[in-house]
């Protein structure tokens, strides 16, 4: 019979000294010890900019792409059947729904939506936050700040990229729009997804009334469409 040869004695320990107990330390990450990985879906409806981030995500360490997706309908499906940690989320999909919805609907399952787009408007930004998402960043983030925010965004905790968060800044600390009490008015119809024809026949007015009111809306809410103008007026409190 062949005698197995004792174990080399490990760097540091003499062979006759007894066996350290004492636990090695605990790598970063999940607690026990596990290190942290998180599971990510992409949505995006251009194919390069999936692949872009396929290549770069490949080399973010804790993280796991487990699936993509180019339309909204795809990631909502996608994030029901996979369960990931997070959703990596553009905002504009091209037809059918958009990002801000696509994240509305995954927000609710308990899924964190982290928001990578270009775009930084106000509306924009209000949308996607009132819609549930966990953070916001703009595409021209370094790949290091986006690794960070998707594992902050599986924690739950919030990330902004710096012009984002300015934005909202600014829009927290600046007063109220002084809208009349017709601006009002049509606003409360917006909000109830009516279009001009129907507003003008609830408020006994013309349609050019309603769009010329529209367009002041616009102005003193910062914004250029009626989605954007109806999430404006629900962040500062202007429905009631």
Same mark, same amino acid.
């Given at each position: 019979?062949?005698?197995?040869?004792?174990?080399?004695?490990?760097? %540091?320990?003499?062979?006759?000294?007894?066996?350290?107990?004492?636990?090695?330390?605990?790598?970063? %990450?999940?607690?026990g010890?596990a290190?942290?990985?998180?599971? !990510? &879906? $992409?949505? @995006? @409806?251009?194919?390069?900019?999936r692949? /872009?981030?396929?290549?770069?995500?490949?080399?973010?360490?804790?993280?796991?792409v487990v699936?993509?997706? %180019?339309?909204? +309908?795809?990631?909502?499906a996608?994030?029901?059947? !996979?369960?990931?940690?997070?959703?990596?989320? @553009?905002?504009?999909?091209?037809?059918? =729904?958009?990002?801000?919805?696509?994240?509305?609907?995954?927000? /609710?399952?308990?899924?964190?939506?982290?928001? $990578?787009?270009?775009?930084?408007?106000?509306?924009?930004?209000? #949308?996607?936050? +009132?819609?549930?998402?966990? /953070?916001?960043? $703009?595409?021209? +983030?370094? *790949? +290091?700040? $986006?690794?960070?925010? =998707?594992?902050?965004?599986?924690? /739950?905790?919030?990330?902004?990229?710096?012009?984002?968060a300015?934005?909202?800044?600014?829009?927290?600390?600046?007063?109220? *729009?002084?809208?009349?009490?017709?601006? &009002?008015?049509?606003l409360?119809?917006?909000?109830?997804?009516? %279009?001009?024809?129907d507003?003008?026949?609830?408020?006994?007015?013309?349609?050019?009334?309603?769009?010329?009111h &529209?367009? #002041?809306?616009?102005?003193?809410?910062?914004?250029?469409?009626?989605?954007?103008a109806?999430?404006?007026?629900?962040?500062?409190? &202007?429905?009631?």
């Open positions: 019979m062949t005698a197995t040869p004792d174990p080399a004695p490990r760097p %540091g320990t003499h062979p006759d000294s007894p066996a350290d107990s004492t636990p090695a330390p605990a790598p970063a %990450g999940t607690p010890g290190p942290a990985r998180v599971r !990510l &879906l $992409l949505c @995006d @409806d251009h194919v390069v900019v692949a /872009g981030l396929l290549a770069l995500l490949g080399s973010a360490p804790g993280i796991e699936g993509e997706a %180019g339309t909204g +309908e795809e990631a909502v996608l994030a029901a059947k !996979l369960n990931p940690d997070v959703v990596l989320m @553009d905002l504009q999909l091209g037809p059918g =729904i958009d990002g801000v919805e696509a994240t509305r609907e995954i927000a /609710g399952t308990g899924v964190h939506v982290l928001v $990578l787009t270009t775009y930084d408007t106000d509306a924009d930004i209000t #949308r996607a936050i +009132e819609a549930g998402a966990t /953070g916001y960043l $703009l595409k021209a +983030e370094r *790949p +290091e700040e $986006l690794f960070a925010a =998707i594992h902050a965004a599986a924690e /739950g905790r919030t990330t902004l990229s710096p012009p984002v300015s934005r909202v800044m600014a829009r927290m600390r600046s007063p109220r *729009p002084s809208l009349t009490d017709r601006e &009002l008015d049509i409360a119809q917006l909000a109830q997804g009516l %279009g001009n024809r507003i003008a026949r609830a408020l006994f007015i013309s349609e050019a009334t309603v769009k010329t &529209l367009g #002041r809306i616009y102005d003193k809410l910062g914004v250029d469409t009626r989605a954007g109806v999430a404006v007026a629900k962040e500062q409190r &202007l429905l009631s």
